[in-house]
Structures are given as structure tokens and as C-alpha cells.
Nanobody, 113 residues
């Protein structure tokens, strides 16, 4: 199993920025696809962005051009830089790894108008 610990959520005004981090345990991080999901109240959990072991990225249409996913394999960490935040980005954001399907505990992001 892989343990994931997220940090970096908070409250920000619309148009602002936040950066999320997710630290993973284990020795195979560099081979693991990592992703960020989010879940707003009353809505299903949705994929926001993912990054493969080789660095290839994928984004939801709703965040393209505003969010950037990256990774630092030396630190077993994946990041999500969120710019030009909108109220509809408000959600709990979760980190996920693909090998075991483990999830982090989630971090709240709230965007105010």
C-alpha cells in the first residue's frame, strides 16, 4: 500500500492561486501515475489532472490553462498549482496513486467571490 498526505488547501478569493502538495510513501513513486481529483458537495468525484511516471500530463477541460500538475520524484511529491481560481473550483481535493489505488485524506479548497 501507498500512503498519501496532502497539504496546501485553504480559502482564496476568485482569481487567486493555491498550490497543493501530496507526499507519497514507498519506493516506486517514480514509476507511478499520480492524480488529483476533486469532489464538490452533491457531486461525484472527478479527475482534475494526472501525471505519468514519464511526466505526461492530462487535464480536465474545466481546468486546462489554469491548473498545472507536476512531480518531484526525488521528494516523492506531486503538486497541483491552481491559478485563476473560480468559485466552481471549490471542492475537497484528493491525491490518488495508480499502482494500489490509494487515496489521500483530502484537502479543502474554497474559492470566494
Amino acid at each position: 500500500q501507498v500512503q498519501l498526505v496532502e497539504s496546501g488547501g485553504g480559502l482564496v478569493q476568485a482569481g487567486g492561486s493555491l498550490s497543493l502538495s501530496c507526499v507519497a510513501s514507498g519506493n516506486n513513486f517514480q514509476f507511478n501515475t499520480m492524480g488529483w481529483y476533486r469532489q464538490a458537495p452533491g457531486s461525484p468525484r472527478e479527475l482534475v489532472a494526472s501525471i505519468g511516471g514519464g511526466g505526461s500530463t492530462n487535464y480536465a477541460d474545466s481546468v486546462k490553462g489554469r491548473f498545472t500538475i507536476s512531480r518531484d520524484n526525488a521528494k516523492n511529491t506531486v503538486y497541483l498549482q491552481m491559478d485563476s481560481l473560480k468559485r466552481e473550483d471549490t471542492a475537497v481535493y484528493y491525491c490518488k496513486e495508480w499502482i494500489y489505488g490509494s487515496w489521500g485524506q483530502g484537502t479543502q479548497v474554497t474559492v470566494s467571490s
